[in-house]
């Protein structure tokens, strides 16, 4: 096995990890974090490789290709949540290379987070992956955040072997009753803020009623809630054409609809956190979503 070194990424902050999808025989595999119990870990799988699976549960983001015997790709149907736990002892790639996050929680760590502390990372070049505010990161732009118990990571840069950007995994964990804002992408994409195809994969729930919405325009009272539990991932919630890719705004930002995430709320005084990873995956590399259903 084959260990990616991390490297800083000066621009945006953050680790660089880069994989090879075509070339090396073996399974290549990034270090492993720990965040709010949970060990995290990036595996590239060259067609038909295995990969056995470490004691507790296990779950399993695929980023690019498919799992083979589960049959599973990066995108579930649209505004569909699915399950990402794996209940068999191994994994396969299918007939292409695999690119996946990989989630083991011991089966004697909590579900829950309900301390920010919880979900600082130990690792390799930890230091970089540092957690602020959502206040303190856009405060200087809009007052959305002010008093909102909402806080995001630098996160992880997946480049190929080229050095372009597959995806850039962006953590952030919000309080119960945390709206974090109606919006829907459009600005102009930069080198600092790149369009991306989204989709969010939890790490924790903080209740059974938090999730993501979608709505006909800010402010608007209308809302559809799609709850989203410990492991859960979702489908595109951005506009597809009828091929299943992203459709393009003239500015070279994806189409969304108006949504956002809400956290949900419950009878428990204290404060339990939804830990969601978004995945921001460029358009260059999203693959077309097959199953329209």
């Known amino acids: 096995m084959q260990t990616i070194q991390p490297e800083v990424n000066t621009d945006r902050g953050g680790l660089n990890l880069r994989f090879d999808l075509q070339a090396g025989a073996d399974v290549q595999c990034s270090p492993v974090w720990t965040s709010a119990g ?5 595996y590239r799988l ?23 015997a589960v049959n599973r790709s990066c995108l579930a149907p649209p505004f569909a949540i699915r399950s990402t736990e794996i209940e068999t002892e191994s994994i396969a790639a299918s007939a292409e290379p695999c690119l996946l996050a990989l989630m083991n929680l011991p089966f ?12 600082q990372f130990e690792g390799p070049f930890s230091e970089q992956l540092s957690w602020q505010s959502f206040d303190d990161k856009y405060g200087a732009f809009l007052d959305a955040f002010a ?17 372009a950007e597959q995806v850039y995994v962006n ?10 804002t109606t919006h829907n992408h459009a600005g102009d994409p930069s080198p600092q803020s790149p369009a991306f195809a989204e989709v969010h994969w939890v790490l924790a ?3 059974t009623t938090g999730g993501m919405y979608t709505t006909p325009e800010p402010g608007a009272t209308e809302r559809r809630l799609y709850p989203m539990g410990l492991g859960d991932e979702h489908g595109p919630f951005y506009d597809l054409d009828d091929k299943g890719m992203p459709v393009m705004r003239p500015n ?28 921001e995956i460029s358009p260059a590399f999203i693959e077309a979503c097959q199953d329209k259903s």
């Open 38 to 42: 949970r060990h995290m870990q990036f």
């Open 46 to 68: 060259l067609p038909g490789q295995s990969l056995r699976l470490p004691a507790g549960r296990n779950f399993i983001k695929v980023i690019s290709g498919r799992l083979g």
């Open 108 to 119: 004697d760590r909590p579900l829950q987070v309900t301390e920010t502390t919880q979900v």
């Open 147 to 163: 008093g909102h118990d909402c806080h995001m990571a630098n996160g992880f840069h997946l480049l190929d072997e080229k050095g």
């Open 171 to 180: 953590p952030w964990i919000c309080g119960k009753g945390v709206d974090l």
């Open 205 to 207: 729930a903080g209740t």
């Open 252 to 279: 070279g930002a994806v189409s969304y609809p108006w949504h956002g995430w809400r956290g949900g709320t419950d009878d428990a005084r204290e404060q339990a956190y939804d830990y969601v990873w978004a995945f």
